[in-house]
Protein backbone atom coordinates (compact mmCIF):
# COMPACT_ATOMS: atom_id res chain seq x y z
CA UNK A 1 0.00 0.00 0.00
CA UNK A 2 1.42 3.17 -0.92
CA UNK A 3 1.88 5.60 1.69
CA UNK A 4 -0.77 7.91 2.56
CA UNK A 5 1.95 11.64 2.27
CA UNK A 6 0.51 14.75 4.01
CA UNK A 7 2.68 17.87 3.18
CA UNK A 8 3.68 21.27 3.89
CA UNK A 9 5.68 24.15 2.89
CA UNK A 10 7.24 26.71 5.69
CA UNK A 11 6.62 30.39 4.75
CA UNK A 12 9.18 32.59 6.83
CA UNK A 13 8.62 36.28 6.83
CA UNK A 14 11.19 38.67 7.68
CA UNK A 15 13.92 41.07 6.56
CA UNK A 16 16.20 40.23 9.50
CA UNK A 17 16.37 36.51 8.39
CA UNK A 18 17.51 37.17 5.05
CA UNK A 19 19.75 39.59 5.87
CA UNK A 20 21.47 37.28 7.72
CA UNK A 21 21.00 39.91 11.56
CA UNK A 22 18.89 37.00 12.67
CA UNK A 23 19.34 33.03 12.98
CA UNK A 24 16.15 31.08 12.11
CA UNK A 25 15.07 27.99 13.84
CA UNK A 26 11.56 28.11 13.39
CA UNK A 27 11.85 25.87 10.57
CA UNK A 28 13.70 22.78 11.71
CA UNK A 29 11.20 22.93 14.98
CA UNK A 30 7.88 23.32 12.92
CA UNK A 31 9.55 20.57 10.73
CA UNK A 32 10.25 17.89 13.53
CA UNK A 33 6.56 18.93 15.56
CA UNK A 34 4.96 18.06 11.90
CA UNK A 35 6.71 15.37 11.57
CA UNK A 36 5.23 13.62 14.58
CA UNK A 37 1.84 14.59 13.35
CA UNK A 38 2.46 12.48 10.22
CA UNK A 39 3.12 15.76 7.76
CA UNK A 40 6.11 16.59 5.71
CA UNK A 41 7.63 19.72 5.17
CA UNK A 42 8.56 19.08 1.66
CA UNK A 43 9.24 23.30 1.09
CA UNK A 44 10.45 26.46 2.40
CA UNK A 45 10.71 29.44 1.31
CA UNK A 46 12.22 32.74 3.72
CA UNK A 47 10.91 35.83 2.13
CA UNK A 48 11.20 40.21 2.63
CA UNK A 49 8.28 42.11 4.45
CA UNK A 50 7.13 42.96 1.00
CA UNK A 51 3.53 42.71 0.38
CA UNK A 52 3.64 41.44 -3.58
CA UNK A 53 6.15 38.69 -2.51
CA UNK A 54 4.39 37.73 0.13
CA UNK A 55 1.07 37.12 -1.87
CA UNK A 56 2.72 35.23 -4.29
CA UNK A 57 4.56 32.94 -2.16
CA UNK A 58 1.24 32.12 0.20
CA UNK A 59 -0.75 31.88 -3.18
CA UNK A 60 1.84 29.41 -4.68
CA UNK A 61 2.15 27.25 -1.30
CA UNK A 62 -1.16 26.77 -1.05
CA UNK A 63 -1.75 25.53 -4.11
CA UNK A 64 1.18 23.15 -4.21
CA UNK A 65 1.16 21.58 -0.27
CA UNK A 66 -1.95 20.22 1.65
CA UNK A 67 -0.89 22.91 4.61
CA UNK A 68 1.08 26.53 4.53
CA UNK A 69 2.94 27.37 8.17
CA UNK A 70 3.93 31.13 7.78
CA UNK A 71 6.28 32.48 10.43
CA UNK A 72 6.49 36.65 11.34
CA UNK A 73 5.04 40.09 10.74
CA UNK A 74 1.84 39.78 13.00
CA UNK A 75 3.14 42.39 15.11
CA UNK A 76 1.86 45.91 16.14
CA UNK A 77 4.24 48.05 13.60
CA UNK A 78 4.45 49.22 10.16
CA UNK A 79 6.40 46.58 9.01
CA UNK A 80 3.98 43.53 10.39
CA UNK A 81 1.67 43.58 6.96
CA UNK A 82 1.23 39.53 7.01
CA UNK A 83 -2.88 39.60 7.80
CA UNK A 84 -3.15 42.14 5.31
CA UNK A 85 -0.90 40.24 2.64
CA UNK A 86 -3.08 36.90 3.67
CA UNK A 87 -5.92 38.84 3.27
CA UNK A 88 -5.00 39.84 -0.50
CA UNK A 89 -3.97 36.57 -1.02
CA UNK A 90 -7.55 35.13 -0.22
CA UNK A 91 -9.21 38.43 -1.97
CA UNK A 92 -11.06 38.78 1.00
CA UNK A 93 -11.52 42.19 3.55
CA UNK A 94 -9.57 42.43 6.91
CA UNK A 95 -11.83 42.15 9.81
CA UNK A 96 -11.74 42.72 13.88
CA UNK A 97 -11.28 39.83 15.49
CA UNK A 98 -13.60 40.73 18.67
CA UNK A 99 -12.00 37.57 20.71
CA UNK A 100 -8.45 38.67 19.63
CA UNK A 101 -9.60 42.44 20.74
CA UNK A 102 -11.31 41.33 23.86
CA UNK A 103 -7.68 39.52 24.86
CA UNK A 104 -5.56 42.82 23.67
CA UNK A 105 -7.81 45.06 25.83
CA UNK A 106 -7.06 42.73 29.01
CA UNK A 107 -3.84 44.40 28.98
CA UNK A 108 -4.23 48.26 30.27
CA UNK A 109 -2.78 50.72 27.91
CA UNK A 110 -2.45 54.33 26.94
CA UNK A 111 -5.22 55.00 23.93
CA UNK A 112 -2.89 55.30 21.48
CA UNK A 113 -0.66 52.31 22.66
CA UNK A 114 -3.71 50.25 22.42
CA UNK A 115 -4.91 51.36 19.58
CA UNK A 116 -1.45 50.26 17.39
CA UNK A 117 -2.24 46.97 19.55
CA UNK A 118 -5.41 46.63 17.98
CA UNK A 119 -3.75 46.26 14.72
CA UNK A 120 -2.59 42.34 16.10
CA UNK A 121 -6.35 41.74 16.03
CA UNK A 122 -7.02 42.41 12.24
CA UNK A 123 -7.55 38.96 10.26
CA UNK A 124 -9.06 37.78 7.07
CA UNK A 125 -12.31 37.52 7.29
CA UNK A 126 -13.10 33.63 7.59
CA UNK A 127 -10.22 33.03 9.20
CA UNK A 128 -10.13 30.99 12.52
CA UNK A 129 -8.05 31.49 15.60
CA UNK A 130 -5.01 29.96 16.37
CA UNK A 131 -4.52 29.91 20.35
CA UNK A 132 -1.68 31.42 21.85
CA UNK A 133 -0.75 30.32 25.14
CA UNK A 134 1.65 32.59 25.84
CA UNK A 135 -1.61 34.99 26.36
CA UNK A 136 -0.72 37.28 23.97
CA UNK A 137 -2.64 38.16 20.61
CA UNK A 138 -3.59 34.93 18.69
CA UNK A 139 -2.80 33.88 15.33
CA UNK A 140 -4.85 32.25 12.51
CA UNK A 141 -5.88 29.90 10.46
CA UNK A 142 -7.10 30.87 6.73
CA UNK A 143 -7.94 27.48 5.15
CA UNK A 144 -4.76 25.46 4.74
CA UNK A 145 -2.57 28.58 6.13
CA UNK A 146 -1.61 28.82 9.85
CA UNK A 147 0.00 32.27 10.30
CA UNK A 148 2.02 32.53 13.71
CA UNK A 149 4.06 34.98 15.17
CA UNK A 150 8.02 35.01 14.21
CA UNK A 151 9.28 34.92 18.19
CA UNK A 152 10.14 31.50 18.61
CA UNK A 153 8.73 31.28 21.89
CA UNK A 154 5.29 32.38 20.76
CA UNK A 155 5.69 30.40 17.63
CA UNK A 156 6.70 27.36 19.61
CA UNK A 157 3.25 28.20 21.53
CA UNK A 158 1.03 28.31 19.14
CA UNK A 159 2.26 25.58 17.09
CA UNK A 160 1.72 23.46 20.16
CA UNK A 161 -2.23 23.88 20.27
CA UNK A 162 -2.72 23.46 16.60
CA UNK A 163 -2.20 19.30 16.23
CA UNK A 164 -6.39 19.23 16.08
CA UNK A 165 -6.61 20.72 13.30
CA UNK A 166 -4.48 18.82 11.00
CA UNK A 167 -5.12 15.59 9.69
CA UNK A 168 -1.53 13.73 8.83
CA UNK A 169 -0.77 10.96 6.92
CA UNK A 170 1.83 8.05 7.49
CA UNK A 171 4.40 9.37 10.25
CA UNK A 172 7.60 8.97 8.99
CA UNK A 173 10.24 7.72 11.43
CA UNK A 174 13.81 7.57 10.98
CA UNK A 175 17.41 5.64 11.83
CA UNK A 176 20.52 6.51 11.83
CA UNK A 177 23.74 5.30 12.17
CA UNK A 178 27.22 7.49 12.21
CA UNK A 179 30.66 5.98 11.01
CA UNK A 180 34.15 7.53 11.16
CA UNK A 181 34.66 6.75 7.26
CA UNK A 182 34.76 8.90 3.94
CA UNK A 183 31.59 8.92 1.84
CA UNK A 184 33.64 7.52 -0.98
CA UNK A 185 34.51 4.42 1.01
CA UNK A 186 30.85 3.29 0.98
CA UNK A 187 28.85 5.03 -1.80
CA UNK A 188 28.81 2.32 -4.28
CA UNK A 189 27.29 0.02 -1.33
CA UNK A 190 24.58 3.01 0.28
CA UNK A 191 23.46 2.80 -3.79
CA UNK A 192 23.06 -0.40 -4.13
CA UNK A 193 20.96 -0.47 -1.02
CA UNK A 194 19.15 2.52 -1.73
CA UNK A 195 18.12 0.52 -4.92
CA UNK A 196 16.44 -2.36 -2.81
CA UNK A 197 14.87 -0.28 -0.40
CA UNK A 198 12.55 2.46 -2.89
CA UNK A 199 10.42 3.33 0.15
CA UNK A 200 12.81 4.22 2.77
CA UNK A 201 14.98 7.69 1.93
CA UNK A 202 18.60 6.96 2.56
CA UNK A 203 20.78 9.94 3.33
CA UNK A 204 24.70 10.23 3.81
CA UNK A 205 25.29 13.59 6.03
CA UNK A 206 29.15 13.81 6.09
CA UNK A 207 31.13 15.64 8.76
CA UNK A 208 34.20 17.19 10.15
CA UNK A 209 34.37 17.17 13.68
CA UNK A 210 37.76 17.92 15.59
CA UNK A 211 40.23 16.32 13.48
CA UNK A 212 38.42 13.38 12.13
CA UNK A 213 35.90 13.08 9.65
CA UNK A 214 32.60 10.68 9.21
CA UNK A 215 29.28 10.20 7.68
CA UNK A 216 26.04 9.58 9.16
CA UNK A 217 23.78 7.46 7.49
CA UNK A 218 19.77 8.47 7.77
CA UNK A 219 16.71 6.21 7.00
CA UNK A 220 13.52 7.62 6.57
CA UNK A 221 10.48 6.21 5.92
CA UNK A 222 7.22 4.73 7.09
CA UNK A 223 8.38 0.91 7.37
CA UNK A 224 9.55 0.39 11.02
CA UNK A 225 10.60 -3.20 9.28
CA UNK A 226 11.87 -1.66 6.31
CA UNK A 227 13.89 0.78 8.23
CA UNK A 228 15.33 -1.89 10.97
CA UNK A 229 16.79 -4.43 7.89
CA UNK A 230 18.24 -1.71 6.10
CA UNK A 231 19.94 -0.20 8.87
CA UNK A 232 20.95 -3.77 9.46
CA UNK A 233 22.32 -3.82 6.04
CA UNK A 234 23.93 -0.37 6.22
CA UNK A 235 25.60 -1.26 9.41
CA UNK A 236 27.53 -4.57 7.50
CA UNK A 237 28.64 -2.50 4.51
CA UNK A 238 30.50 -0.10 7.24
CA UNK A 239 31.77 -3.15 8.47
CA UNK A 240 32.80 -4.51 5.14
CA UNK A 241 34.68 -1.02 4.53
CA UNK A 242 36.54 -2.01 7.55
CA UNK A 243 35.07 0.41 10.47
CA UNK A 244 33.00 0.15 12.65
CA UNK A 245 29.07 1.55 13.48
CA UNK A 246 29.64 4.04 16.22
CA UNK A 247 26.67 5.11 17.10
CA UNK A 248 22.90 4.29 15.55
CA UNK A 249 19.39 5.48 17.12
CA UNK B 1 20.14 58.56 -7.10
CA UNK B 2 18.91 55.74 -6.80
CA UNK B 3 20.11 52.73 -5.21
CA UNK B 4 22.04 49.97 -7.83
CA UNK B 5 20.48 47.01 -6.33
CA UNK B 6 22.18 43.42 -7.01
CA UNK B 7 20.07 40.52 -5.71
CA UNK B 8 20.82 37.34 -5.04
CA UNK B 9 18.74 33.86 -4.10
CA UNK B 10 19.93 30.97 -1.79
CA UNK B 11 18.88 27.28 -2.64
CA UNK B 12 19.53 25.31 0.40
CA UNK B 13 19.31 21.86 -0.97
CA UNK B 14 18.82 18.88 1.22
CA UNK B 15 16.45 16.80 3.07
CA UNK B 16 18.02 16.87 6.37
CA UNK B 17 17.54 20.67 6.57
CA UNK B 18 13.54 19.93 5.71
CA UNK B 19 13.07 17.50 8.13
CA UNK B 20 13.94 19.35 10.86
CA UNK B 21 17.03 17.26 12.05
CA UNK B 22 20.22 19.42 10.64
CA UNK B 23 20.03 23.15 11.30
CA UNK B 24 20.73 25.19 8.86
CA UNK B 25 23.23 27.94 9.43
CA UNK B 26 24.37 28.64 6.05
CA UNK B 27 21.94 31.34 5.13
CA UNK B 28 23.09 33.41 7.67
CA UNK B 29 26.75 33.31 6.97
CA UNK B 30 25.78 33.75 3.11
CA UNK B 31 23.65 36.56 3.97
CA UNK B 32 25.93 38.47 5.64
CA UNK B 33 29.14 37.87 3.82
CA UNK B 34 27.34 38.74 0.00
CA UNK B 35 25.96 41.74 1.77
CA UNK B 36 29.77 42.89 2.83
CA UNK B 37 30.12 42.90 -1.21
CA UNK B 38 26.81 44.60 -2.33
CA UNK B 39 24.57 41.75 -2.59
CA UNK B 40 21.43 41.06 -1.44
CA UNK B 41 19.87 37.99 -0.50
CA UNK B 42 15.63 38.51 -1.41
CA UNK B 43 14.73 35.31 -1.16
CA UNK B 44 16.37 31.74 0.35
CA UNK B 45 14.33 28.71 -0.25
CA UNK B 46 14.63 24.95 1.35
CA UNK B 47 14.24 22.21 -1.50
CA UNK B 48 15.06 18.35 -0.80
CA UNK B 49 17.25 16.36 -3.47
CA UNK B 50 14.05 15.57 -5.72
CA UNK B 51 15.18 16.11 -9.52
CA UNK B 52 12.62 18.21 -10.64
CA UNK B 53 12.36 20.37 -7.75
CA UNK B 54 16.42 21.54 -7.80
CA UNK B 55 15.86 21.82 -11.51
CA UNK B 56 12.50 24.06 -11.19
CA UNK B 57 13.71 25.91 -8.18
CA UNK B 58 17.52 26.87 -9.80
CA UNK B 59 15.80 27.96 -13.58
CA UNK B 60 13.29 30.09 -11.55
CA UNK B 61 16.20 31.50 -9.04
CA UNK B 62 17.75 32.45 -11.57
CA UNK B 63 15.89 33.90 -13.54
CA UNK B 64 14.91 36.03 -10.93
CA UNK B 65 17.66 37.06 -9.26
CA UNK B 66 21.38 38.43 -10.20
CA UNK B 67 22.47 35.71 -8.37
CA UNK B 68 21.82 32.00 -6.86
CA UNK B 69 23.91 30.68 -4.56
CA UNK B 70 22.99 26.97 -3.91
CA UNK B 71 24.43 25.06 -0.79
CA UNK B 72 24.42 20.53 -0.09
CA UNK B 73 23.96 17.76 -2.65
CA UNK B 74 28.08 18.06 -4.42
CA UNK B 75 29.50 14.83 -2.54
CA UNK B 76 30.45 11.13 -3.77
CA UNK B 77 27.08 10.00 -2.55
CA UNK B 78 23.58 8.62 -4.26
CA UNK B 79 21.79 11.52 -2.86
CA UNK B 80 24.03 14.11 -4.36
CA UNK B 81 22.31 15.35 -7.57
CA UNK B 82 23.06 18.73 -7.38
CA UNK B 83 25.39 18.69 -10.39
CA UNK B 84 23.41 16.63 -12.71
CA UNK B 85 20.18 19.15 -11.88
CA UNK B 86 22.29 22.11 -12.59
CA UNK B 87 23.30 20.33 -15.67
CA UNK B 88 19.72 19.37 -16.76
CA UNK B 89 18.61 23.59 -15.30
CA UNK B 90 21.00 24.71 -18.08
CA UNK B 91 20.34 22.30 -20.81
CA UNK B 92 24.34 20.78 -21.04
CA UNK B 93 25.97 18.27 -20.59
CA UNK B 94 27.66 17.06 -17.58
CA UNK B 95 31.37 16.50 -17.90
CA UNK B 96 34.31 15.58 -15.97
CA UNK B 97 36.72 18.44 -14.97
CA UNK B 98 40.27 17.62 -15.34
CA UNK B 99 41.47 20.09 -12.70
CA UNK B 100 39.10 18.36 -10.07
CA UNK B 101 39.84 15.06 -10.61
CA UNK B 102 43.44 15.85 -10.47
CA UNK B 103 43.13 17.40 -6.83
CA UNK B 104 40.57 14.21 -6.11
CA UNK B 105 43.65 11.63 -7.42
CA UNK B 106 45.48 13.71 -4.83
CA UNK B 107 44.55 11.31 -1.81
CA UNK B 108 45.04 7.89 -2.68
CA UNK B 109 42.55 5.22 -2.15
CA UNK B 110 40.91 1.99 -3.21
CA UNK B 111 39.96 1.62 -7.22
CA UNK B 112 36.13 1.26 -6.32
CA UNK B 113 36.66 4.33 -3.89
CA UNK B 114 38.56 6.10 -6.11
CA UNK B 115 35.51 5.61 -8.56
CA UNK B 116 33.03 7.25 -5.89
CA UNK B 117 35.28 9.80 -5.25
CA UNK B 118 35.52 11.29 -8.74
CA UNK B 119 31.70 11.77 -8.86
CA UNK B 120 32.42 14.82 -7.34
CA UNK B 121 34.73 15.96 -10.80
CA UNK B 122 31.70 16.19 -12.51
CA UNK B 123 30.06 19.87 -13.78
CA UNK B 124 27.78 21.03 -16.07
CA UNK B 125 29.85 21.90 -19.59
CA UNK B 126 30.79 25.58 -19.53
CA UNK B 127 31.28 25.83 -15.77
CA UNK B 128 34.13 27.47 -13.99
CA UNK B 129 35.53 26.18 -10.50
CA UNK B 130 35.28 27.48 -7.16
CA UNK B 131 37.93 27.00 -5.13
CA UNK B 132 37.79 24.63 -2.07
CA UNK B 133 40.57 25.90 0.18
CA UNK B 134 39.92 23.12 2.27
CA UNK B 135 41.64 21.37 -0.20
CA UNK B 136 38.83 18.92 -1.43
CA UNK B 137 37.12 18.69 -4.23
CA UNK B 138 36.18 22.45 -5.88
CA UNK B 139 32.73 23.97 -6.52
CA UNK B 140 31.65 25.70 -9.35
CA UNK B 141 29.85 28.46 -11.52
CA UNK B 142 27.52 27.84 -14.16
CA UNK B 143 26.89 31.35 -15.56
CA UNK B 144 25.12 33.55 -12.46
CA UNK B 145 24.76 30.40 -10.39
CA UNK B 146 27.52 29.23 -7.53
CA UNK B 147 27.47 25.71 -6.52
CA UNK B 148 28.84 25.27 -3.12
CA UNK B 149 28.78 22.43 -0.56
CA UNK B 150 26.68 21.96 2.26
CA UNK B 151 29.06 21.53 5.03
CA UNK B 152 28.73 24.92 6.47
CA UNK B 153 33.23 24.96 7.27
CA UNK B 154 33.77 24.10 3.52
CA UNK B 155 30.98 26.13 2.08
CA UNK B 156 32.51 29.07 4.40
CA UNK B 157 35.64 28.26 2.70
CA UNK B 158 34.37 28.24 -1.11
CA UNK B 159 32.42 31.50 -0.74
CA UNK B 160 35.56 33.41 0.54
CA UNK B 161 37.08 32.80 -2.55
CA UNK B 162 34.14 34.64 -5.12
CA UNK B 163 34.12 37.79 -4.20
CA UNK B 164 36.22 38.87 -7.19
CA UNK B 165 33.40 36.91 -9.79
CA UNK B 166 30.73 39.48 -8.33
CA UNK B 167 29.62 42.45 -9.28
CA UNK B 168 27.70 44.18 -6.56
CA UNK B 169 25.64 47.00 -5.88
CA UNK B 170 25.94 50.02 -3.59
CA UNK B 171 26.12 48.31 -0.08
CA UNK B 172 23.31 48.02 3.08
CA UNK B 173 25.05 49.38 5.95
CA UNK B 174 22.80 48.30 9.18
CA UNK B 175 22.23 51.16 12.62
CA UNK B 176 20.20 49.58 15.19
CA UNK B 177 18.99 50.52 18.87
CA UNK B 178 17.69 48.30 21.20
CA UNK B 179 14.63 48.95 24.29
CA UNK B 180 12.98 47.47 26.59
CA UNK B 181 9.33 48.47 25.98
CA UNK B 182 6.40 47.12 23.78
CA UNK B 183 6.36 47.51 20.32
CA UNK B 184 2.90 49.32 20.32
CA UNK B 185 4.35 51.93 22.58
CA UNK B 186 6.78 53.00 19.98
CA UNK B 187 4.45 51.63 16.84
CA UNK B 188 3.05 55.30 15.57
CA UNK B 189 6.05 56.73 15.82
CA UNK B 190 8.25 54.30 13.95
CA UNK B 191 5.41 54.28 11.22
CA UNK B 192 5.78 58.31 11.21
CA UNK B 193 9.86 58.02 10.71
CA UNK B 194 9.53 55.38 8.07
CA UNK B 195 7.00 57.71 6.58
CA UNK B 196 10.22 59.98 5.91
CA UNK B 197 12.81 57.96 5.06
CA UNK B 198 11.56 55.86 2.25
CA UNK B 199 15.19 54.50 1.08
CA UNK B 200 15.83 53.29 4.60
CA UNK B 201 14.06 50.21 5.71
CA UNK B 202 12.93 50.20 9.46
CA UNK B 203 12.34 46.81 11.04
CA UNK B 204 11.15 46.42 14.64
CA UNK B 205 12.07 42.72 16.31
CA UNK B 206 10.30 42.21 19.59
CA UNK B 207 12.01 39.88 22.02
CA UNK B 208 11.86 38.57 25.49
CA UNK B 209 14.66 37.75 27.59
CA UNK B 210 14.30 36.48 31.09
CA UNK B 211 11.70 38.03 32.39
CA UNK B 212 11.74 41.51 30.40
CA UNK B 213 10.67 42.58 26.89
CA UNK B 214 11.81 44.84 24.55
CA UNK B 215 12.53 45.34 20.96
CA UNK B 216 15.65 45.92 18.46
CA UNK B 217 14.95 48.50 16.13
CA UNK B 218 17.21 47.80 13.25
CA UNK B 219 17.64 50.54 10.01
CA UNK B 220 19.17 49.36 7.07
CA UNK B 221 20.18 51.48 3.90
CA UNK B 222 22.77 53.03 1.68
CA UNK B 223 23.16 56.19 2.57
CA UNK B 224 25.10 56.87 6.09
CA UNK B 225 23.92 59.82 6.65
CA UNK B 226 20.34 59.40 6.51
CA UNK B 227 20.93 56.13 8.54
CA UNK B 228 22.72 58.58 11.41
CA UNK B 229 19.19 60.35 11.57
CA UNK B 230 17.05 58.27 11.82
CA UNK B 231 18.62 56.88 14.44
CA UNK B 232 18.66 59.85 16.44
CA UNK B 233 14.73 60.40 15.42
CA UNK B 234 13.70 56.41 16.77
CA UNK B 235 16.31 57.21 19.62
CA UNK B 236 14.33 60.30 20.10
CA UNK B 237 11.36 58.14 20.46
CA UNK B 238 11.64 55.61 22.63
CA UNK B 239 12.60 58.59 24.96
CA UNK B 240 9.29 60.40 24.29
CA UNK B 241 7.57 56.87 24.87
CA UNK B 242 9.31 57.00 28.69
CA UNK B 243 12.01 54.52 28.08
CA UNK B 244 15.75 54.98 27.19
CA UNK B 245 17.63 53.28 24.28
CA UNK B 246 20.06 50.89 26.45
CA UNK B 247 22.25 49.46 23.18
CA UNK B 248 22.99 50.96 20.07
CA UNK B 249 25.29 49.80 17.11
Redesign the interface.
Known amino acids: MPDRIVTACVVIIG???????????N??????RL?EWGV??????????VED?IVAAVNDARARFDYVFTTGGI??????ITAECIAKAFGVPLVVSDEIARRIRQRP?LE??????L?MARIPEGATLVDNPTGGPQGFLMENVFVMAG?P?VMQAMLSTVGGEIEGGDI?R?RSVTAYL???????A??DI?GRYPNV????????RGERYGTTL?M?GTSVTDLASMLHEVKAAIITAGEQPVSDE
Do not use: K
Open positions: NEILSGRTQDTLAHIAQNRVEEARVIPDVGPTHDDADVMENRRISVSGESQIAALAQELGSYPFYVR
